[in-house]
């Protein structure tokens, strides 16, 4: 935001992105290998750039992004742990077991979009408001002692969003002044978004709300135990 | 850069003895607590503010009240029960909270609404940004002891809800946006019933221009007051109102309408230079009325035609990512997908505006008088669910 409003005053109002988007996403690829050399691991891009960077330069692709690519807007952080669920399916009743596909009790790991090798990802995204070129950064994390450093130098937004993750993944940001619950009651124990920990109220009482995906009851048979809960 | 023992004693020293002057000089710290429950804060946040006389000093937002663990339900539940979930993030525009999630549930399926579902969800879209920016104008009064705006607010506002309800059923939580479409067309009659509703929202902007701009009270409490600089107001994420009321022109209607039917209309996005209480507030107003001819032109150019896609009666979405952000009544509001090809997203991360909106609290309020700090949390403009999810 150093100089933005001269700018965009001069194509009066309207969309201030006169370079389409493919060249801005290639050129920041470019400019990110560049300034990270091999800590670069994957790119994807598909409407917004996916970048995958070694977490060790977890902070240097904030100051690259903030400095050289002009994404001054910060817009959030968080963490996937791409664990499957060790509870598998059965927290839902049985008709939500996917007909087709992988087997949902394999525990492999498989992550997304870049891929990844570990279990918890971090991942971030900035955006250039003037160009409209949006980044999302992740990182892997180590499974032991799950760290990374802090982004709240390069953006001071970072500070609540990561002690978020911190609380719901366990994931430690090396140099927070001030990491410490902000949901969660300060006793609180484990790491809620975790796929290992377990959502209560569904080990309790079967989901009532499953008769929305099963067929409707025949008519004159007896409704399915749980229907109308 | 290494000290010798001796000089770390000499800092120590001299630090020690600054804070023995300092106390002498100052009066007595305070803590004050602001809420969980007060007036300015629209549900429970809690504010402690450390106070030196009249200043504070510092304050730090204490949330989690409401914390309702959205993001771990989203993964126990089937796309189309999310939406009942994230209906009631921000209560006050409930409908403009479904709309990324279901447009990045349709870009991992790779379907598109139809036209007149687009038209219609866009029109939606805009009469809860009416509803829910319309008590904040009102409210922006009452934080300083104005007390006619906000009846007119809640006045006003009914129509609105009255709209959103003949289409919807729903006053507060529509859940009308479907995967490919919507559950339902248009009621009979309500396009020329929502027309004269607009105008009815046009008179409530221009009454309320009328009955703060300019007024004395209202310009010496809000007019530089609460000064967030764009370059801070992008570094805490600020958005919507907040980040065009500092002078930056970016609006993701405008420049990013995924899906939407923003590029067929003709409206202008409105940003003020100040970034203070008054710009925010001016902001919102102006965005309001441009608002009610936004929905006008969309109910003017509404295309004929189906308004769902053809979608299979099981939604199970392929395995991919998507993030899809829309500019909501409160900001930018965006939805991370992650689906793994099943009937429930594998992870779903939430980005609310309020939430970004409010991190910039401690930043804002430090320094300034007790008074103020009404008038700068009101202009901020949160919805606590907004922030707690």
Known sequence: MAEPTSAIAETDGGAPSPTPLEALRAEAVETLGEALGDALLATHAEGDLWVRVEHQAWQQVGYVLRDRLGCLWFDFLSAIDWMPSPFGRDMDAEQDWPTGGPDPRDLSIESGVTGGETRLQVFARVMNTQTGLGVIAKADLPNENPAVPTWIPVYSGANWHEREAWEMFGIAFVGHPDLRHIYLPGEFEGHPLRKDFPLLARRVKPWPGIVDVEGMPAEGEEPPAGAGQ | ?389
């Open chain 2, 1 to 389: 850069m290494t000290f010798t023992e001796r000089e770390q004693q000499a800092y120590v020293d001299a630090a020690s003895a600054d804070a023995r002057v300092n106390v002498e000089l100052e009066t007595e710290g305070m803590t004050l607590n602001i809420g969980p429950q007060h007036p300015a804060t629209h549900g429970t946040l809690r504010i402690v503010a450390r106070l030196d006389g009249e200043q504070v000093v510092a304050a730090e937002p204490v949330m989690g009240y409401m914390h309702r663990g959205y993001e771990k339900l989203a993964e126990v539940r089937t796309y189309p029960q999310v939406t009942t979930l994230i209906n009631r993030i921000d209560w006050l525009g409930s409908f403009a909270n479904e709309v990324p999630f279901i447009l990045a549930a349709e870009r991992l399926m790779d379907i598109e609404a139809p036209p007149r579902a687009q038209w219609i969800r866009t029109a939606l879209f805009e009469l809860s940004r009416i509803a829910n920016i319309s008590l904040f104008l009102g409210d922006m009064g009452v934080q300083l002891g104005a007390l006619t705006p906000v009846f007119f607010a809640f006045r006003d506002r009914e129509f609105v809800l009255n709209q959103i309800e003949a289409v919807t059923g729903g006053r507060f939580h529509p859940n009308f946006d479907r995967i490919g479409g919507l559950k339902d067309d248009l009621p009979a009659g309500w396009i020329a019933e929502t027309k004269s509703v607009m105008a009815k929202m046009r008179g409530f902007c221009d009454e309320l221009e009328d009955l703060l701009m300019g007024n004395e009270i209202f310009e010496a409490r809000t007019r530089g007051v609460g000064v967030i600089p764009d370059h801070v107001a992008a570094s805490f994420g600020l958005s919507g109102a907040n980040l065009r009321a500092a002078g930056v022109d970016w609006d993701m209607r405008r420049d990013n309408p995924c899906g939407l039917a923003y590029e067929s209309l003709d409206w202008k996005v409105w940003t003020h230079p100040d970034g203070d209480s008054f710009a925010r507030y001016w902001v919102r107003l102006q965005e309001t009325r441009e608002a009610t001819y936004m929905v006008e032109q969309l109910l003017d150019g509404l295309p004929s035609g189906p308004i769902m896609a053809k979608v299979p009666r099981i939604i199970k979405v392929p395995a991919g990512e998507a993030y899809v952000a829309t500019e909501n009544p409160l900001g930018v509001m965006g939805y991370y997908v992650v689906s793994k090809g099943e009937l429930a997203p594998f992870r779903v991360k939430i980005r609310s505006a309020s939430f970004s909106n409010i991190s910039v609290v401690p930043w804002v309020l430090r320094g300034v008088y007790v008074p103020d700090v009404i008038t700068i949390l009101a202009s901020l403009y949160f919805i606590l669910g907004d922030i707690d999810r």
